[in-house]
């Protein structure tokens, strides 16, 4: 019913103003509702789903459903107070850089709603780390929180300067002891003056020397690598090997956005008007999926496998569980669908884990044969 609601009429008055504008709403009143109890309560009664089956303990984490907030919506952590009654079982904050960037020209954000798609101009728009420390400051919080780490968008002679800006990330937030988890955001498609570098890190040796600086920092809780959709398998399984070697990886996040127009899942007319930026949502979907399975084929249980890119419903998400992932992330679905949406596909989840025989969610880890 209230997702009804939302596709009927909530979505088609909110998809009258530009995204930018939308997103910043949403966070203002999500920041509101967070704050009183009252209104915390009310959304958790309307949207949160709870089921045994969707509990799990990953790396040390207790995760009361798989469903969580990728990095790319919560930059400054407007959402923590509000999140958990909405019904994720885990929230990404960010991606945060070392030093504040105010983001690419505007429009930072479009819609392809033929394509089921977003588009995503940001270049890691971030009020700077420490400033998003400040905000956190001791917050209680419900579920796992995460900070995603991405290099600052600005010149780099170097990829020694980049790592040194990453590693100096890292360093300050290590000294909190908010986050459970941390992502190494090194895929964003949209960073200025890394054409020029001479190692980048989508290869081995760059991706070598960014973990091995990060490997003398004392990374004391558990590490995911947002990776690139675009690569091919064979030179993702080269980079996954790479990490391999550092204990203090603890697994993937298979994947960023996608940057080829050429996609097929893309509505024509849609990406030949679209502008500057790339595309989240249903056509990553399928490339996703198929990384995600062959990560898991290769390395099983020596990775945790968080899936990402076009989980609309409890089947998308049960496509990537059965593909080897253990958690699943998401924006453009609760975009789409309403924030509803996600108390929806725990429920559905819930359904197709019962369905198949399996009491816990952790049954079906890559239960495709
Ligand atoms: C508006 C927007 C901003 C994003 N910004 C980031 C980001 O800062 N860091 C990151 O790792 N991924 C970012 N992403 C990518 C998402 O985390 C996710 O990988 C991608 O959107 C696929 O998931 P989805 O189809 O559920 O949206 C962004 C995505 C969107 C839609």
Redo the contacts with the bound molecule.
């Keep these: 019913m209230i997702r009804l609601i939302y596709k009927k009429i909530i979505k088609p008055i909110l998809f009258l103003f530009p995204a930018d504008d939308v ?1 910043t709403y949403f966070l203002k009143k999500g920041s509101l509702l967070g704050r009183f109890n009252f209104s915390k309560s009310l959304v958790k009664k309307f949207f949160l789903h709870k089921n045994e089956s969707l509990e799990e303990n990953v790396v040390g984490i207790d995760f009361t459903n798989p469903i969580g907030l ?4 919560d ?1 400054d952590a407007d959402l923590i107070d509000i999140l958990p009654s909405v019904g994720f079982g885990f929230h990404t904050i ?2 945060v850089t070392y030093l504040p960037y105010a983001g690419n020209p505007k429009p930072m ?1 479009g819609r392809l709603p033929q394509s089921k798609s ?1 588009l ?1 101009n ?1 270049g ?1 728009k971030s009020m700077g780390l420490l400033s998003v420390l400040k905000k956190i400051n001791k917050r209680r919080k419900e579920i796992p929180l995460g900070l ?1 780490i ?1 290099s600052t968008n600005q010149p780099y002679k170097k990829i020694e300067e980049m790592i040194d800006d990453i590693c100096a990330s890292f360093q300050m937030a290590l000294r909190e002891d908010y986050f459970d988890y941390f ?1 190494l ?1 090194i ?2 498609p949209n960073l200025i003056n890394v054409e020029n570098l001479k190692d980048k890190f989508d290869e081995p040796i760059g991706l070598g020397m960014l973990l091995n600086k990060l490997s003398y920092l004392g990374i004391n809780r558990p590490l995911f690598i ?1 990776m690139y959709l675009e690569k091919s398998e064979e030179s993702t399984l080269k980079l996954c090997e790479v990490a391999n070697t550092y204990k203090f990886v603890s697994g993937f ?1 298979f ?3 996608v940057k080829d127009r050429s996609n097929p899942a893309f509505d024509k007319e849609e990406i030949e008007n679209a502008g500057r930026g790339n595309f ?3 056509p ?2 399928k490339i996703t999926n198929n990384l995600i399975s062959a990560v898991y084929k290769k390395y099983k249980d020596r990775f945790v496998i968080i899936g ?4 609309f419903t409890g089947a998308d998400a049960y496509e990537k569980i059965k593909r080897g992932a253990t958690l699943i ?5 609760m975009i789409y669908e309403g924030p509803s949406q996600i108390g929806n596909i725990n429920k559905e989840l819930a359904t197709l884990l019962k369905k198949d025989g399996y009491k816990n969610i952790k049954e079906a880890v890559g239960s495709y044969k």
């Design positions: 997103h990728a990095a790319g919506f930059y960010g991606t954000l977003l995503v940001k890691f995603s991405g992502e955001n895929s964003c947002k996040i994947s960023n956005l989240s949502g249903k990553t979907e990402c890119g076009g989980v992330q998401m924006i453009t679905g």
